[in-house]
């Protein structure tokens, strides 16, 4: 099971990393899969920064747990996750629910569980692989 575990979230942090680094390579056309536009210079400024920021560090933290077999590094993303879905769901009482609503939802929650079972099942001390 643990070794399992460790290769669905290495898979999750893969994941992050993929999304992370099309922010940064090709922002306007990772922007238009999330429903945004870049407005001008600063507008992919912003997409190479931010996204991949969330992307990229949710990745590293997620793969040093898988790595290191490690409950610690799992918080992190899991903090990022987190606050990411409680948003959607502000949004989605303030904005209504539409047809692209839940499949980000599910997906962030999914990551979330997975993270969550890592943290049950790794521990903290790192030394359990």
Do not use: H, Y
């Not at 922002?27 to 407005?39: D, M, V, Y």
């Amino acid at each position: 099971m643990r070794t399992a575990l460790r290769g669905i979230i290495g898979l999750v942090g893969v994941f992050n990393l993929v999304i992370g680094l099309a922010f940064l390579l090709a922002p306007a056309k990772a922007a238009a899969g999330f429903f945004l536009s870049p407005i001008g210079t600063q507008g992919l400024a912003t997409l190479r920064a931010d996204f991949p920021g969330f992307f990229i560090g949710a990745s590293l933290f997620a793969l040093a747990g898988a790595w290191r077999c490690d409950a610690g590094p799992l918080r992190v993303p899991m903090v990022m996750l987190g606050i990411a879905l409680a948003g959607r769901c502000v949004s989605s009482v303030a904005d209504g629910l539409v047809a692209t609503t839940l499949p980000p939802m599910l997906v962030e929650a999914l990551m979330l569980a997975l993270l969550f079972a890592g943290t049950r099942i790794f521990g903290t001390t790192g030394q359990n692989a």
